[in-house]
Nanobody, 121 residues
Framework: EVQLVESGGGLVQPGGSLRISCAVS????????MSWVRQAPGKGLEWVSS???????YYTDSVKDRFTISTDNAKNTLYLQMNSLKSEDTAVYYC???????????????WGQGTQVTVSS
């Protein structure tokens, strides 16, 4: 059974850093296409970052040079290191497996339950 469990969210001040994790089971994270997707209050889902099976990484423009996606193969875990956080980064962050992005659409085969990240002073 495929499972994705996020952790590590919390309250952080603007300019601060946070690392969120996604522990997976039922498959190998290192050979999978994984993504982070967020949903801000009152808004729709927003793709944030992806890492593919070749370990190539992709980021939405608003988080480039601030966020880093990575995996720990020994722990079978996906991470998102978030630096220089801004209030507009406040959202529920979901990890997801095998996502397909269109111009206005986003669908993923598997989702975690989400972890809340709040950036506020």
């Amino acid at each position: 059974e495929v499972q994705l469990v996020e952790s590590g969210g919390g309250l952080v001040q603007p300019g601060g850093s946070l690392r969120i994790s996604c522990a997976v089971s039922g498959f190998t994270v290192s050979s999978s296409a994984m993504s982070w997707v967020r949903q801000a209050p009152g808004k729709g889902l927003e793709w944030v970052s992806s890492i593919n099976s070749y370990r190539l990484t992709y980021y939405t423009d608003s988080v480039k040079d601030r966020f880093t996606i990575s995996t720990d193969n020994a722990k079978n875990t996906l991470y998102l290191q978030m630096n220089s956080l801004k209030s507009e980064d406040t959202a529920v962050y979901y990890c997801a497996k095998d996502c397909r992005r269109g111009i206005t659409s986003l669908s993923c085969d598997y989702w975690g339950q989400g972890t809340q990240v709040t950036v506020s002073s």
